[in-house]
């Protein structure tokens, strides 16, 4: 660690110290996110087709977009748009909150309910797309893995994070172009394939947009013979 990244370690232990934890929403305190604020996080009402953007039921794929690179469905629980969503969400990512990870997992899971997914899902095996080692160490946790913990306790499903490895250190997607996203994923992870063959797998994130990391995991898992590749995300940008 850096004498930098120290001093900013330390700064932060005293910030959290001298200022009390507000809520996002309201700001009252005691609670990074309070009863009252929660329900006014904004849904993602209407689940889309990945590939088209179109409306979808359950968020599936259409017949004609699907292929062997693309998942065959997604469900976002909430709206990436809403600037409180987008505050809890960073919050959420860049400092380690578990108060938050559980909320965000109960949001998700309630839209699953909603969809009529939740029993569907169950005989799937949750995946949290993967951080890069330096990364991780870096940062600390992996967000998807924290969430992918909320949700195996509360629904009982089982979760793999040695399935698919991130082998590169890849840029943020969101800074870069479309062009150089799919450059940016070439040969960015890396699968134990006797382990997925005829199996059916439920990615987790935090936020998608244009889902490109989502459907080169799902691009992979399928090349391995993957039965079924679905993706849940917090957020829908
Ligand atoms: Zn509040
Ligand atoms: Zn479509």
């Given amino acids: 660690m850096s004498v930098i990244s120290q001093f900013k370690t330390l700064g932060q232990f005293i910030f ?3 200022f ?3 809520c996002a929403g309201c700001g009252r305190e005691g609670r990074y996110l309070c009863a009252a604020c929660l329900p006014k996080l904004k849904k993602f009402d209407n689940q889309i087709c990945i590939v088209c953007r179109q409306p979808s039921p359950y968020g599936k794929t259409h017949t004609g977009c699907v292929s062997k690179n693309t998942i065959d469905g997604i469900v976002s629980a909430l709206s990436y748009k809403d600037p409180l969503v987008k505050r809890v969400i960073e919050l959420f990512k860049y400092k380690f ?3 938050l ?3 965000l997992a109960a949001a998700l899971l309630n839209e699953i309910s909603a969809q009529g997914l939740g ?3 169950r005989e799937f095996i949750l995946i949290p797309v993967p951080l890069h080692k ?3 160490n870096w940062r600390g946790f992996n967000q998807a893995e924290l969430l ?3 949700l195996a306790k509360i629904n009982g499903i089982e979760t793999n994070t040695d399935l698919i490895i991130r082998s590169k250190n890849t840029k943020p997607q969101t800074k870069l172009s479309a062009t150089e996203r799919k450059q940016n994923l070439t040969d960015a992870f890396r699968e134990q394939a006797a382990q997925i063959a005829g199996k059916k797998f439920l990615l987790v994130d935090d936020v998608v947009t244009t889902g490109a990391t989502l459907n080169e995991l799902a691009k992979l898992l399928k090349k391995s013979k993957a039965q ?3 993706a849940v995300t917090v957020a829908h940008g």
């Fill in 20 to 22: 009390p934890i507000n």
């Fill in 16 to 18: 959290d110290l001298v």
């Fill in 97 to 99: 909150i578990q108060e």
């Fill in 101 to 103: 990870s559980e909320d």
């Fill in 119 to 121: 029993d569907y899902f």
């Fill in 228 to 230: 079924e590749v679905w």
């Fill in 134 to 136: 330096k990364r991780f």
């Fill in 148 to 150: 992918a913990a909320s």
